[in-house]
């Protein structure tokens, strides 16, 4: 055979060596190339994976944050419609004329008197003016009630008491109530406990 070009390794063992090397570090080269790629993907999918997490979490923490923010402006309203609350039960205790004891008064000794009489209404200040009215189904009654109310027992729960009014009410029955409006000021009842 003929050679056409000119062999510059001096042996042939040499040469196939070389080739040999050459052969290896080309299939190197190959694999390195890949594994490269393969790393690099890696690599990429792994940093995205983490990029999507952080993502998530500051959304979360965004979200958490705004929930938050809302939630203590509710709590903030919450507490200002509750001081607004307490301001105005201070001020309905700075005026309050605790009525109940003055009605409990007026309702023992209408029930001492008649049974039935009814307080139709009762206005106290914190005077302790007071306006009442008082019902009736009979006439007797009431001027059972009339009596009492001249009683000493009785006057001694006011400073005074004057009888406004008397009115004949026709019911839907025709049964006749009787009425009495009273106006005067109780006598206050801490003093009469020291």
């Given at each position: 055979?003929?050679?056409?070009?000119?062999?510059?390794?001096?042996?042939?063992?040499?040469?196939?060596?070389?080739?040999?090397?050459?052969?290896?570090?080309?299939?190197?080269?190959?694999?390195?190339?890949?594994?490269?790629?393969?790393?690099?993907?890696?690599?990429?999918?792994?940093?995205?994976?983490?990029?999507?997490?952080?993502?998530?979490?500051?959304?979360?923490?965004?979200?958490?944050?705004?929930?938050?923010?809302?939630?203590?402006?509710?709590?903030?309203?919450?507490?200002?419609?509750?001081?607004?609350?307490?301001?105005?039960?201070?001020?309905?205790?700075?005026?309050?004329?605790?009525?109940?004891?003055y009605?409990?008064?007026?309702?023992?000794s209408?029930?001492?008197?008649?049974?039935?009489?009814l307080?139709?209404?009762?206005?106290?200040?914190?005077?302790?003016?007071?306006?009442?009215?008082?019902?009736?189904?009979?006439?007797?009654?009431?001027?059972?009630?009339?009596?009492?109310?001249?009683?000493?027992?009785?006057?001694?729960?006011?400073?005074?008491?004057?009888?406004?009014?008397?009115?004949?009410?026709?019911?839907?029955?025709?049964?006749?109530?009787?009425?009495?409006?009273?106006?005067?000021?109780f006598?206050?009842?801490?003093?009469?406990?020291?």
């Open positions: 055979m003929k050679k056409k070009y000119i062999n510059l390794i001096a042996t042939k063992a040499d040469y196939q060596k070389l080739e040999i090397i050459f052969y290896r570090l080309r299939i190197l080269t190959f694999f390195s190339f890949f594994v490269a790629i393969f790393l690099t993907m890696g690599f990429y999918i792994i940093i995205q994976t983490q990029n999507n997490m952080i993502a998530q979490i500051l959304n979360e923490k965004k979200m958490l944050l705004q929930g938050e923010e809302k939630y203590n402006q509710e709590k903030e309203a919450k507490l200002l419609r509750f001081s607004e609350a307490y301001k105005n039960f201070e001020q309905f205790l700075k005026n309050d004329a605790n009525a109940l004891p009605y409990q008064i007026l309702n023992t209408l029930s001492q008197a008649t049974q039935s009489a307080i139709k209404a009762f206005n106290i200040n914190k005077n302790r003016d007071v306006d009442f009215i008082v019902t009736f189904n009979n006439f007797e009654e009431m001027i059972n009630f009339l009596r009492l109310s001249e009683n000493k027992d009785f006057l001694s729960k006011f400073d005074n008491l004057i009888l406004k009014s008397f009115s004949v009410i026709k019911g839907e029955s025709l049964i006749e109530n009787y009425e009495l409006r009273f106006s005067g000021r006598k206050n009842l801490h003093e009469n406990q020291n």
